[in-house]
């Protein structure tokens, strides 16, 4: 198993943390940049513009970086990050896909869409167009969110718990193919041993945390960290006793939810249905 890695270069502004963690990467590996091109397969000159600042280059080559220097995810995390300038990504936003980066498990709760790390291409976009995004900030920002699945399905893989209110399995959107072929890409990932899938049937009636999407974070040193989302805003939170709360609430949830097994046939039957229905 790779070796996660620590940040060690001192440039605060992510498209510069990029640059020199590339280079630190490439030094570390004894590569010069000709050698680098030769084994991962692109034009040398890239990595040289890349490791100056002048380009960010695209997912496909970033990734390749990331599995040859075996960086477990971690210059991918980076190349998210410099995507866009402060104001794109929010301090509780950075923080967040840092320590997702180092989590061995993830426990996530859906109220209102599907988690990012499972999302398709076309939900994402989707998803991202109605909130406003558009072009080649959409683009970047879908991108990022594919990137961020990857990590399912590598060899390390985290263990993820998603439980998903059945609002978020209902939402039809413009293009109810793509409704679909989520739901199928929903079924397909809870198929894989890292992976569980749970639906929150309406017939729960209330029940805690009605208005909060959460992720819970357990990184490598043991903590559990959470991150919170409402309409207004997203809190990454540290303090113990507010964890324990929300996890209690988190358990409740998963007790009134539907098992695994309950929630693949949940969300086949709806397959089903929509295949019967000629309105959809």
Same mark, same amino acid.
């Given at each position: ?163 998903? $209110?059945? #609002?978020?399995?209902? %939402?039809? +959107? ?5 409704? !679909?072929?989520?739901? *199928?890409? &929903? ?62 609430? $988190?358990? #409740?949830?998963?007790? %009134?939810? +539907? ?5 693949? !046939?949940?969300?086949? *039957?709806? &397959? ?9």
């Amino acid at each position: 198993m790779s070796q996660r890695r620590t940040v060690t270069s001192l440039s605060q502004q992510p498209r510069a943390r990029f640059a020199e963690e590339l280079k630190a990467l490439r030094e570390a590996k004894g590569d010069s940049l000709r050698q680098l091109g030769e084994k991962v397969g692109w034009d040398f000159s890239l990595f040289g513009k890349m490791e100056n600042g002048h380009t960010l280059g695209s997912a496909d080559v970033v990734q390749a970086l990331d599995q040859y220097f075996g960086a477990d995810g971690f210059l991918v995390i980076l190349w998210e990050l410099a995507l866009g300038d402060q104001s794109q990504y929010k301090d509780q936003y950075r923080t967040f896909f840092q320590l997702e980066a180092e989590a061995l498990s993830m426990w996530h709760f859906g109220l209102n869409s599907v988690p990012g790390v499972l999302q398709t291409r076309e939900y994402a976009t989707e998803v991202l167009t109605a909130g406003g995004m558009q072009g080649e900030e959409l683009a970047r920002h879908v991108e990022a969110r594919l990137n961020r699945g990857a990590m399912l399905v590598r060899e390390d893989a985290p263990r993820f718990r998603t439980i998903l $209110y059945e #609002a978020v399995l209902r %939402l039809m +959107l413009r293009d109810e193919k793509v409704w !679909r072929q989520q739901l *199928e890409h &929903l079924l397909a990932m809870s198929e894989r041993p890292n992976v569980t899938v749970q639906v929150l049937p309406f017939s729960v009636g209330p029940f805690g945390m009605m208005n909060t999407e959460a992720m819970f974070l357990q990184p490598a040193d043991g903590r559990s960290v959470a991150y919170t989302e409402n309409d207004l805003h997203g809190e990454v939170i540290v303090e113990g006793s507010q964890i324990e709360r929300l996890q209690s609430a $988190y358990d #409740a949830m998963r007790d %009134l939810a +539907l098992s695994p097994a309950e929630s693949r !046939r949940f969300i086949g *039957e709806m &397959l089903e249905e929509a295949q019967c229905d000629p309105s959809i």
